[in-house]
């Protein structure tokens, strides 16, 4: 069967229009999902897949001594709200969702002077 590849691509995309290409089925030949284009099932015994993770270096934050009451930087959006262990009015926080779909989420704070953390559920 003649190719009129419009994209040069690799085998997991379709070669008529660049769509990604459904999982291998158990028998017979490979149809995308957007243009009906047939793909032997031959074209992919050879296929060899690798892949590299990089990992980001983490930077190392220099510690310099702080005054007393001086915040260090802030790494979210910040509130009022009162640290129960040293008392500091502001605290950064993170919403995540935790439990089911169905239920609130989770607000982790973290006190910008003494960086105790505390979570609530909302």
Request: charged residues 30%; contains cysteine; glycine residues 4%.
């Amino acid at each position: 069967m003649p190719s009129l590849a419009a994209f040069e691509t690799d085998v997991n995309f379709c070669p008529a229009c660049g769509t990604l290409l459904p999982s291998l089925p158990a028998h017979g030949n490979v149809f995308c999902l957007a243009c009906k284009h047939e793909i032997p099932i031959e074209s992919f015994a050879s296929l060899r897949t690798s892949y590299e993770v990089v990992f980001n270096k983490r930077e190392a934050k220099s510690r310099k001594k702080r005054k007393a009451g001086e915040e260090d930087e802030v790494d979210g959006p910040v509130v009022e709200r009162k640290c129960i262990k040293c008392g500091h009015e502001r605290m950064s926080y993170a919403a995540l969702q935790l439990r089911s779909a169905d239920e609130g989420q989770t607000v982790f704070f973290t006190c910008l002077r003494c960086k105790f953390k505390e979570s609530e559920n909302s």
